[in-house]
């Protein structure tokens, strides 16, 4: 009974979300991920659930060990459920602040006495609603759980260490690979700590998946497209020691690797077409993306990448491609709605900038510091102005040009991407002109469709200076800032220029405790679905604590150590045996770790919407490959543009419509509504995780939307065309070329049943065969028999809307 | 086990994973799919999170006719009779001071006061102000609470509509009826929880609207609006391509279910189930959606009431008398937006063109809701994004004028369960200029709105980026004295 208890107890503490709390299921060195976010009702579910089975005997075991009150540390275990339900009233935000204690500060928590005077303890356990904290009225909840970690740790002394940095604030430790019992299953540094965790968590990798299986996701994964049935069989048959590090080798080389990679980047950096406000006027930015995926290809060091990005124009090198990559920072929505008032919408482009930069390197949610100082994270409106300070000198223009480019841009020449020594010069920009037509709204310059926008310095800085609740036109005039980077994170090396070729330098440098695991969390979420920090936008306090912590800093050295070598990461990823698992798992380990943090289980996920409708043009042989160049405009619902707007959709034609998917054109204020089914980022903001929900709208697209009707229908051109006329041989084929295994008999069976079905329904409806396959511009072939080819596409459309064909196993 | 049975066991383990107790059929369409990550709040059966409502509804759903453009008040319902002997007077500074005229009129030389060109009359047992063109309006004006205080920080229309929609002005937040279907899931299985429908003004070409004004921004993508389309299929895909028929679909769809719940037995993952079942969801929408649709089907006199373009697919009166379906079958969050209300010039014409597009099938949809009893559970929300000024953009004669982008003050109106039907709140200066009484911002409508769904607007929060955030940002408060 007190085992039953015991369990029930630690049952309780799952509920609470806030990873800390896991730690006291003690699975490892390494805190364990919130493995179910529960409710009460649930838990009780479970509770039945754990008596009545054996899986839940050997839970015990596991549980056994449970709080240790000196277990408990402040940084991992306290301090988050401090920063979620105190700090609102008791934190950094001096303004916010409802008395004078701060919880967040060591020193002035520890003068205040209310821990050692019982104060505390009181105000968590008293019953009276006039002291009980938090109050009701900060609508702030503190869990049963969290509750009683916090009077845990009171009660046992409130160890508060005077190194109280939070984790993520400290740079990377490289520490050795932990030894395991078991030897023969590692084959990287990352085996090392994945297999530590689950013999500590008295669980065991799963075996290798099967080698088409393999295939498929690493090829998925490297360039977003699915393996060809010859290079199944090649690899099938290829038996030597190095066949597996051949197929990597071979994706890591291909174009594709560049144009799949691109895709996270170009969420994260909110590229678009269009300029996102109101009419949601033209843009020109596809030269930089091209220079991306060459980036990408050419696999550039990632210091490199980041620094051309953030300050191209200013390097000693600098260079027409280097001005180009710039880009990355003109991405931001432009307001190009009449009547705007300019001086509020440049302050927000700066913003914008300064939020993006927090997300995508930091891992910080620079936002909230806009008007406040941070309510859980020690960044000040200072720090944030000061950042704002680096990029607050542009040569631009508060309102966009009725369409096209905002200046500062650049002209590109025709030869571009080809360019001869002398266009591949540094250009200057024209300077912003700005015209004041119409009734007197005021407008710069426009750049044609042969220009690029780029960042520019102006000649003399525009001073910045603190606003007061982030209002464009509340200057605090008192301070004039110098562009500056957070104290809290690492110093500032004097040697640096004060400009944004010194914040890359900053970024970039090994003491920067955040760049390198940001990037590395990024990168293992690209194959896992989450990163080893689930938060992927936020290594803050209120972010997720890592579940792997020394494996994100070893990786982190790692990858600091190759000199930022950005494919020998991701092949030390793919590599890994832990990457090689097969996603097959017993129902009791699905149970026991439904997200998968701990990895004893390889990833199982449903594609990209890139990666689905790229897949579904390939097999159907439409795909039209071809690297860079503006985008395209592929089959959309009727009106789409025009119903809420006043632009006209005027879709391409011929091989236009089969481009690769990271190609389409994206307008910001109606984007493609397939892929927004799919869970793609809207890009107005950066964004760099997005859930993967399923939706009935997705069933509709797969089903019906002309793409994949289009694509079935050449599918079954395809399966006419094999060698076989046997029906059970073609069905095989397109199975095992949709899904990258060959289907059992029983599923041979049923589609041939399927087909015969069809078969006879058209042939007693012709004219309804042939209005099927009219679906979609491209003409089906002649001298194929009409009925048999519609009912082919049928069974080509049910194939490719498996769960299988839009997943990696 | 055959591979259904499988299957149910698959859900089973779901449910209980989820704390949900739904079996394969009955999941809502509202939720659209499984939770995106197990760390998400459990739930109602119906999709709804635990612990709401907060309080008590008084309403089940709401409708909301949001009017694109920004109408303008002192044309339509904040009668100012005294203007009239200042006509072509320069607003004086201290009333309009410079800083926040846009940049369409802030270099005007002058800024003449237009009276409105439109007759007011006194309606109904309460005596609302009206303008002439809302004659339809005027028989149900002792339902409605006329707000002649809203108020707002943005001029522009794409921030102001994104500010009204999502409770800020810069994008990325989810819209209200993501929160709503967020936090109270869907009463019909079949039906989105949260549905948009769009319309033009006659001949006007409107203001843009944007998908962000109806999207889920950072809650999961399922919560976002649905939008049904006036040109091609209703929902996007709806329709089996051609040539095909109902029972070709549902062959492929017993195959796909079958081989799906293979894998789901072999990969145990609950995902796979989730997918199944929302094919399924897509074949009984493939039902359900047409006939929600055929308007057809309405008798006569409910046609009549809403007007000639009540069955015309997509204009505003079909939306309305769309809204009025969707409401009876169980959808929780039904946003209108009809555009066309922008007003730079040819003022008094345009009030009256929108009038004439809007004020029969509005009126319509008021008594409709009511004689079907449906009004008191009903919350219907009338208003745009902005006001219109009170002072001429281009040239002022006594018929005609332009008003530009006004944000200090304008009007909107409720109806519906818990409202103050017949009152008037809050209050203007004489230049129809700034609220001298009574001033309701923004973000206190929107906690009203949450209000009468039963929902504390501080409470329904969602963590992302390390921080709670919720409709209203960190403010608005319910505005009380219009509620009954």
């Not at chain 1, 912590?549 to 030390?572: C, N, Q, S, Y």
């Not at chain 2, 072999?266 to 359900?288: G, H, K, V």
Request: proline residues 7%; aromatic residues 8%.
């Amino acid at each position: 009974m007190a085992m039953c208890d015991k369990l029930l107890l630690n049952m309780s503490t799952i509920q609470n979300n806030s990873l800390p709390m896991t730690r006291l299921l003690t699975f490892g060195p390494d805190a364990l991920p919130d493995p179910i976010g529960v409710a009460p009702q649930t838990r009780r579910l479970l509770r039945r659930k754990f008596a009545a089975l054996v899986f839940g005997l050997a839970l015990f075991a596991l549980l056994l060990p449970t709080i240790e009150a000196g277990d408990l540390e402040f940084t991992r275990d306290i301090r988050p459920i401090l920063s979620d339900a105190c700090y609102t009233c008791h934190g950094p935000d001096p303004e916010a602040r409802a008395t004078e204690l701060r919880l967040d500060d060591r020193a002035s928590a520890l003068a205040s006495a209310v821990f050692s005077s019982g104060e505390m303890l009181r105000r968590l356990t008293s019953k009276d609603p006039d002291l009980r904290m938090p109050p009701v009225d900060s609508n702030r909840v503190l869990s049963n759980a969290d509750r009683s970690t916090l009077t845990e740790w009171l009660k046992v002394g409130a160890d508060w260490p005077e190194d109280d940095r939070h984790w993520a604030f400290i740079p990377p430790q490289r520490k050795p690979l932990p030894t395991t019992s078991r030897r023969d299953w590692t084959q990287n540094g990352i085996d090392h700590f994945i297999l530590a965790k689950l013999e500590a968590s008295k669980l065991h990798p799963s075996v290798a998946a099967d080698r088409a299986t393999l295939l498929r996701r690493v090829t998925f994964d490297l360039t977003g497209l699915p393996p060809t049935i010859e290079e199944l069989d090649a690899f099938l048959n290829d038996n030597s020691d190095s066949a597996w590090e051949t197929v990597i080798d071979r994706l890591l080389a291909s174009d594709r690797y560049g144009e799949h990679m691109a895709l996270d980047w170009l969420e994260a950096s909110r590229y678009a077409d269009t300029d996102g406000y109101q009419n949601d006027r033209l843009r020109y930015m596809w030269v930089w993306r091209d220079w991306l995926i060459s980036a990408l290809n050419s696999n550039m060091p990632f210091d490199r990448f980041v620094t051309e990005q953030m300050a191209g124009d200013m390097l000693p090198d600098r260079n027409f491609f280097t001005q180009v990559a710039t880009g990355f920072n003109r991405n931001h929505r432009i307001n190009s709605e009449g009547g705007s008032i300019p001086d509020e919408w440049a302050v927000e482009y700066v913003a914008d900038r300064v939020e993006t930069m927090g997300t995508m390197f930091l891992g910080l949610t620079m936002t909230c510091s806009r008007c406040h100082d941070h309510k859980y994270d020690p960044i000040t409106q200072q720090d944030f102005y000061s950042l704002f300070a680096f990029f607050n000198n542009i040569d631009e223009a508060g309102l966009g040009p009725n369409n096209g480019n905002s200046p500062p841009f650049i002209p590109v020449p025709k030869s571009w991407p080809n360019l001869s020594q002398k266009e591949s010069e540094f250009v200057v920009p024209e300077p912003v002109k700005i015209k004041v037509v119409q009734t007197s709204v005021p407008r710069p310059q426009p750049g044609s469709p042969q220009t690029v926008m780029v960042l520019h310095e102006l000649a003399s800085p525009r001073p910045t200076y603190r606003l007061i609740r982030g209002q464009y036109d509340q200057p605090d005039k008192t301070q004039k800032l110098t562009p500056a980077t957070p104290a809290v994170l690492s110093r500032w090396n004097d040697k640096w220029p004060r400009n944004r070729l010194g914040l890359a330098q900053w970024l970039m440098s090994p003491e920067n405790p955040l760049t390198a695991r940001v990037t590395i969390n990024r990168i293992w979420q690209h194959y896992f679905g989450r990163g080893l920090v689930r938060t992927s936008e936020n290594f803050g306090v209120q972010g997720e604590m890592p579940s792997h912590p020394k494996l994100l800093d070893w990786l982190a050295t790692e990858f600091v150590r190759t000199g930022w070598d950005v494919k020998a990461i991701h092949k030390l990823v793919v590599m890994s045996a832990t990457y090689r698992q097969s996603s097959i798992a017993a129902p009791a380990l699905i149970t026991r770790d439904p997200e998968n943090r701990l990895l004893a289980r390889g990833p199982r996920r449903r594609l990209s919407p890139f990666a689905i409708r790229d897949a579904a043009l390939l097999h159907s042989g439409l795909l039209v490959e071809k690297i860079g160049g503006p985008s395209v405009k592929p089959y959309m619902p009727p009106g789409i543009w025009k119903s809420i707007s006043n632009a006209k959709y005027v879709q391409d034609k011929g091989e236009k419509l089969y481009r690769r998917s990271m190609y389409t054109y994206w307008r910001r204020t109606v984007p493609p509504p397939t892929m927004m089914a799919f869970n793609a980022a809207a890009r107005e903001t950066c964004i760099v995780r997005t859930d993967e929900t399923t939706t009935p709208l997705q069933a509709l697209a797969m089903l019906n939307n002309v793409t994949f009707v289009e694509s079935a229908r050449f599918l079954a051109e395809r399966m006419l065309r094999q060698d076989s006329s046997s029906p059970a041989d073609r069905i095989d084929w397109a199975f095992r070329l949709v899904t990258s295994r060959a289907p059992q008999a029983g599923e041979t069976e049923l589609l041939k049943d399927d087909l015969a079905a069809y078969l006879r329904d058209f042939q007693a409806a012709p004219e309804a065969a042939r209005r099927l396959l009219k679906t979609g511009e491209k003409p089906f072939s002649k001298g194929l028999d009409v009925p048999m080819l519609a009912a082919y596409t049928l069974v080509a459309n049910t194939i490719l809307n498996l769960d299988e064909s839009m997943s990696q196993n | 086990m055959n591979s259904i049975d499988q299957l149910r066991q698959q859900q089973t383990r779901r449910a209980v994973l989820e704390g949900s107790t739904l079996g394969l059929g009955a999941m809502a369409l509202s939720q659209l799919s499984a939770p995106a990550s197990a760390a998400e709040k459990p739930r109602h059966p119906n999709g709804g999170l635990q612990g709401l409502p907060h309080s008590p509804p008084r309403v089940r759903r709401v409708i909301y006719l949001f009017q694109s453009g920004g109408p303008a008040q002192m044309d339509l319902f904040d009668y100012k009779p005294g203007l009239h002997r200042r006509f072509g007077e320069e607003v004086p500074t201290s009333i309009y001071p410079d800083e926040r005229k846009t940049t369409m009129t802030s270099g005007q030389s002058s800024f003449p006061v237009a009276p409105s060109a439109l007759r007011f009359r006194q309606y109904g047992d309460s005596g609302t102000w009206l303008s002439e063109p809302q004659k339809h309006l005027s028989e149900v004006v002792d339902d409605i609470c006329v707000i002649r205080s809203m108020y707002t920080e943005a001029i522009n229309h794409d921030p102001a509509a994104t500010l009204f929609q999502t409770g800020s002005v810069i994008a990325g937040r989810p819209s209200m009826g993501a929160w709503v279907s967020y936090g109270l899931g869907s009463e019909n299985a079949n039906l989105p929880a949260f549905v948009a429908l769009t319309s033009n003004g006659t001949g006007k070409q409107g203001q843009p609207l944007y998908d962000r004004l109806w999207g889920a921004g950072f809650l999961p993508g399922r919560f976002q609006g649905v939008k049904f389309r006036g040109q091609g299929d209703p929902i996007l895909d709806l329709y089996n391509p051609q040539g095909m028929t109902r029972e070709q679909r549902r062959r492929t769809l017993n195959s796909l279910q079958k081989l799906n719940a293979q894998q789901a037995g072999r990969f145990n993952d609950p995902a796979i189930a989730t997918r199944i079942a929302q094919y399924e969801l897509a074949f009984r929408m493939q039902m359900s959606v047409p006939e929600l649709i055929d308007v057809q089907s309405e008798p006569k006199n409910v046609l009549d009431m809403y007007g000639p373009e009540a069955t015309q697919v997509g204009k505003y009166a079909y939306n309305c008398l769309l809204a009025r379906r969707l409401a009876e079958r169980g959808v929780r969050f039904i946003q209108l937006y009809h555009r066309g209300w922008d007003a730079h010039g040819n003022a008094p014409r345009g009030v009256a063109s929108q009038c004439r597009d809007t004020d029969q099938p509005t009126a319509a949809l008021l008594k409709d809701l009511k004689q079907r009893g449906m009004l008191e559970d009903t919350l219907v929300v009338w208003g745009g994004e902005f006001g219109r000024t009170i002072y001429c953009q281009g040239k002022l004669t006594r018929t005609n004028y332009g008003r530009d982008h006004h944000p200090n003050c304008f009007t909107y109106w409720m109806a519906g369960g818990g409202v103050r039907g017949g009152m008037t709140y809050g209050a203007t200066d004489e230049y129809s200029v700034n609220v001298v009484e009574n001033p309701v911002h923004v973000h206190d409508l929107q906690a009203t709105i949450l209000h009468q769904l039963g929902i504390n607007h501080e409470r329904l929060t969602y963590r992302f980026q390390g921080r709670h955030y919720r409709l209203t940002d960190v403010h608005g408060n319910v505005v009380n004295d219009v509620l009954s």
